[in-house]
């Protein structure tokens, strides 16, 4: 197999460029989810593809904001977040969440989950948590999470997945 760079990874100072990186790693398909927040009545969010399980004994989540993000430090502020698994159905709070300014919120229907958070109608699951650290990593931020409250959503729908640089949908 040819390599995607440098000169069959003997090089140790040969690095992928971004546009390469982005694209192999786009054939890892991810799950999509906003985490939201609120303060002094105002809610705030961010679409998020980097979100993981990390521990389950504490219980644990990581997110990945990019440092670049408006959004995070209202969020980070707050001490607390909700991630908000998207199913198939979603693709348009995906897409307006992942947009930087302005009010997110508008037009979209949101209930406080047991913490108090923005728990975002239809979504497969809501993710209650505390930040507990914070690691900076390259052009993000690897955030963890400790779990405070959690629950399923009440949706039939599969997942939205993102593949290639494209929303895809699981049939469940």
């Not at 705030?44 to 521990?55: K, N, R």
Request: net charge negative.
């Amino acid at each position: 197999m040819t390599p995607f760079f440098g000169s069959a990874g003997t090089d140790s100072s040969a690095h992928p460029d971004e546009e390469a990186l982005r694209h192999v790693m786009g054939h890892f398909c991810s799950g999509v989810a906003v985490v939201t927040s609120s303060a002094s009545g105002r809610a705030f969010g961010m679409a998020v593809q980097s979100f993981t399980s990390l521990s389950l004994n504490p219980p644990l989540v990581s997110i990945c904001p990019a440092r670049t993000s408006t959004s995070w430090p209202l969020i980070r502020d707050t001490g607390r977040f909700c991630v908000n698994i998207l199913g198939s159905h979603q693709e348009h709070l995906s897409r307006r969440f992942a947009m930087s300014g302005g009010d997110k919120f508008i037009g979209v229907p949101w209930e406080p989950t047991s913490t108090g958070l923005p728990g975002l109608v239809g979504a497969l699951a809501w993710i209650d948590c505390e930040v507990e650290a914070e690691h900076p990593a390259g052009d993000h931020t690897i955030v963890i999470g400790r779990v405070l409250d959690l629950r399923p959503g009440d949706t039939p729908k599969g997942p939205l997945l993102f593949f290639r640089g494209q929303y895809a949908a699981l049939d469940v």
